[in-house]
């Protein structure tokens, strides 16, 4: 549905800015893909390309069967675009927002509500609230709505759950969920790597390269080390004194816990309890843990 | 088209909502209409005037009371030293000083002729001249008055004299508000036609808008004519709501060739709506396009001949006037208004705004299509 080869994009003069590098990514019809990576990685330059908003420098893309820069007209029909920044008419109610999407589109809000119906009952009380006075979440939906309102094949989400309250995220991705069924296929980017489970497959990207392309559960069981989730009283000096640690590879923060990644079957548990003990730290706690997306982006950033 | 008719509604819509566009359509006018035409006024009054008497003579007496019964002048005081003359004109106290020397009516009287000193403050220019030709013009009627008293006149002069009689056309009573008001009227047409709709299209560009429609399948003409026919269709209300004004204020009758000013206005919106189109295209923030906005209008008003006529300005100034396409409509204003100028008087201004339309818009468009 989806597919990107060799795209590059710089910006400044002379191109000294890399935003994308020989990026090549594919996208299965009806798949919820997610693109994720750290903010300017490049998720938003990539969404503008293939939305058909800015040029590539190099390489092409093809979008529901369409080339991002030849067909870009007869594209613009089929895709839907939320931006990461709320982009809708703040001084138009929420009702006058939705049916002029809907007619720029030449279509109706009756024509396709079955497919935002579950999202528009809960803004529905708030139809003649203009946008601007709507909160976080409410906003989000209603973008959505917008979106999707002229019933597109392909949907881009630049960052819909930035600056997002928890629970309107995971309902935000349960609404994803449902749209999938639709058979709509969603490209979706996000910061969060907790996210990423959610998603079909995902794609990481980092300084405008992308480290892998795979399925959640792939990409969790192509990391080959071992890890150790690892507390005690004094965390930043505990860190320090782990790398010295022989067989270690790299520890860092994460949450509450410091994350020790050795080759597999070189450190043991009670190998860093014990290191930890005699450096005269207290508290000491160490699991046995399955990496997560996080563990993996922080593996590939690396190598 | 449906598609065209769903753009405008959205226009109408926002416009309307906005309580800020609504004063400027009516607050804005009727405020510079009424309140300018008087304050702006190159009539000077209150001239603040100093008088040293040293003669206290009955002359000098009529001379100092026709001064000071003149509507032109506000009498700051009487002094016996020209220093503290002087010194209420450093202090702002007075803006000119008149010196009446010891014995001024009698050397009047014995040598025929006595001399007046005045001193006059020539920071403002205008002022200074002003202020020195009213007190000259009633140094001379005084003189005349003089003579009157001392000779019989014959009955007929015997020098040769050609008798001026004069008539004022179109403005018979030299009324500058007659001359104000059409100008001002062409200025808020500038502001309603050029500007709002480039803060408006800049908007789009600062909420993000813009994005969302570039994505869609909006047509550039279909966008840019949603922003260009609401602002011209809202520049002829204000220029019907400022004739109106200017009718029930200064009683200006537009004649009934009125509608030769609503074709030329029809023309020169579409002018000015091609410059904030350009306008919008260079910028990103409405702050920016204000800015920039207030740049223009400054040299759009200086140089339009609203205030000072073109025809008195540095060669390089009617250069840059003859760009300026706020000039034609200042002028075409006053010919309509106040001479009832028909279409054949005004072809050539026709001409040249249609050029400037054409121009304008080629430009903008093009840009447009080049910055996105």
């Keep these: ?303 | 088209m449906t598609t065209f008719i769903f753009i405008l509604k959205k226009e109408f819509r926002q416009i309307f909502r906005d309580p800020a566009i609504l004063r400027l359509i009516f607050i804005m006018p009727m405020l510079q209409l009424i309140v300018l035409p008087f304050a702006a006024d190159y009539e000077i009054k209150n001239i603040k005037i100093g008088i040293i008497d040293h003669d206290h003579s009955d002359y000098s007496r009529t001379l100092v009371s026709k001064i000071e019964n003149s509507a032109y002048f506000r009498l700051t005081g009487y002094t016996h030293t020209f220093k503290e003359g002087l010194q209420w004109i450093e202090d702002e106290k007075a803006d000119l000083v008149i010196e009446i020397p010891h014995r001024f009516e009698a050397t009047l009287i014995r040598e025929s002729k006595a001399d007046v000193l005045l001193a006059i403050n020539a920071v403002n220019g205008t002022k200074g001249n002003l202020g020195a030709a009213y007190t000259l013009g009633i140094i001379q009627q005084f003189n005349q008055n003089i003579r009157v008293e001392w000779f019989q006149m014959p009955e007929f002069n015997p020098e040769p004299m050609i008798d001026v009689t004069y008539t004022s056309l179109y403005n018979p009573h030299r009324n500058y508000q007659l001359f104000m008001v059409p100008g001002i009227l062409a200025v808020l047409l500038t502001m309603v036609g050029g500007f709002l709709s480039a803060l408006n299209i800049v908007k789009e560009k600062e909420i993000g808008t813009i994005e969302q429609l570039n994505v869609s399948p909006i047509k550039k003409y279909q966008f840019i004519m949603g922003k260009i026919v609401p602002f011209w269709l809202l520049g002829f209300v204000i220029l019907t709501v400022g004739l109106v004004i200017s009718f029930i204020v200064h009683g200006i009758v537009p004649g009934s060739n009125i509608y030769v000013l609503y074709v030329f206005s029809a023309l020169y919106l579409f002018a000015i709506l091609g410059f904030g189109l350009l306008l919008s295209n260079f910028t990103n923030t409405q702050q920016q396009a204000m800015m920039v906005a207030f740049f223009f209008m400054l040299i759009f008003i200086l140089l339009s001949g609203l205030y000072t006529p073109i025809e008195s300005m540095p060669p390089w100034a009617q250069v840059v006037a003859a760009f300026n396409p706020v000039s034609y409509m200042v002028e075409v204003m006053r010919m309509v208004l106040l001479k009832g100028a028909t279409i054949k008087d005004i072809w050539p201004h026709i001409r040249i705004i249609f050029v400037f339309g054409v121009v304008l818009n080629f430009f903008a468009i093009y840009s447009y299509n080049k910055t996105n």
């Design chain 1, 1 to 303: 549905m989806i597919t990107v080869q060799n795209i590059s994009k710089s910006f400044g003069k002379n191109g000294q800015q890399k935003a994308l590098t020989d990026i090549h990514i594919s996208v299965n019809k009806g798949e919820l893909f997610g693109l994720i990576g750290p903010d300017g990685a490049g998720k938003t330059t990539l969404f503008r390309i293939l939305t058909t908003l800015i040029l590539a420098d190099q390489g092409s893309a093809e979008v529901a069967g369409l080339d991002v820069v030849k067909d870009y007209k007869m594209l613009r029909k089929k895709l839907g675009y939320m931006p990461g920044r709320f982009s809708l008419y703040q001084d138009l109610s929420v009702a006058e927002n939705l049916a002029f999407y809907a007619s720029i589109f030449n279509t109706t809000i009756e024509a396709n509500y079955h497919l935002i119906q579950d999202i528009y009952v809960q803004l529905e009380p708030f139809k003649d609230r203009r946008a601007g006075a709507l909160s976080g979440g409410m906003k989000q939906k209603l973008a959505l709505c917008c979106a999707l309102i002229h019933k597109p094949e392909v949907l881009f989400l630049d960052e819909p759950t930035t600056g997002v309250d928890v629970v309107s995220r995971k309902e935000f991705w349960e609404m994803l969920g449902r749209l999938k069924m639709e058979g709509i296929t969603i490209f979706v980017s996000t910061p969060y790597m907790d996210e990423a489970s959610l998603c079909d497959r995902i794609a990481l990207i980092q300084n405008g390269h992308i480290l892998s392309e795979n399925t959640p559960a792939e990409l969790v069981s192509a990391f080959k080390s071992d890890l150790f989730g690892v507390k005690a009283d004094k965390m930043n000096d505990a860190r320090k004194s782990l790398l010295d640690l022989e067989n270690v590879d790299d520890v860092y923060a994460f949450g509450e816990f410091l994350h020790v990644k050795s080759n597999k079957g070189t450190v043991h548990q009670k190998e860093i309890f014990d290191h930890l003990k005699s450096s005269g730290f207290e508290d000491i706690e160490v699991l046995k843990i399955d990496a997560t997306i996080e563990d993996c982006f922080m593996d590939l950033m690396h190598s």
